[in-house]
């Protein structure tokens, strides 16, 4: 059985860092692109940052480039998601998902296994 289990979220004020993780299991880690999505109540789900199978390609969404870091360790099979200056707009639930083979697009439909979100709230 898949699972990918976020931690990290919480309440920060403007300006502050978290630190994101996202454990997955029953999955060969390495097959997968990983991507952090974001979503507020009644909105659609939206990509933060993805990252290549082996790493080596990672993108951003606009609003979070140079303020947010995606890296990955798949001898842990963990991927991370490090967010500095940290705005009140960030606050969302944060996903982490899997696309396998995926090339980390931000099509939310093309991601196979989903976690179960943790809550970043930023207050002003």
């Known amino acids: 059985q898949v699972q990918l289990v976020e931690s990290g979220g919480g309440l920060v004020q403007a300006g502050g860092s978290l630190r994101l993780s996202c454990v997955a299991s029953?999955?060969?880690?390495?097959?997968?692109?990983m991507a952090w999505f974001r979503q507020d109540p009644g909105k659609e789900r939206d990509i933060v940052a993805a990252?290549?199978?082996?790493?080596?390609?990672?993108s951003y969404a606009g609003s979070v480039e140079g303020r947010f870091t995606i890296s990955r360790d798949n001898a842990k099979n963990t991927v991370s998601l490090q967010m500095n200056s940290l705005k009140p707009e960030d606050t969302a639930v944060y996903y982490c998902?899997?696309?396998?083979?995926?090339?980390?697009?931000?099509?939310?439909?093309?991601?196979?296994?989903w976690g179960q979100g943790t809550q970043v709230t930023v207050s002003a």
């Open positions: 990252i290549s199978r082996s790493g080596g390609k990672i």
């Open positions: 029953g999955l060969t880690f390495s097959n997968y692109a």
């Open positions: 998902a899997a696309d396998f083979l995926g090339n980390g697009l931000p099509n939310p439909r093309l991601y196979n296994y």
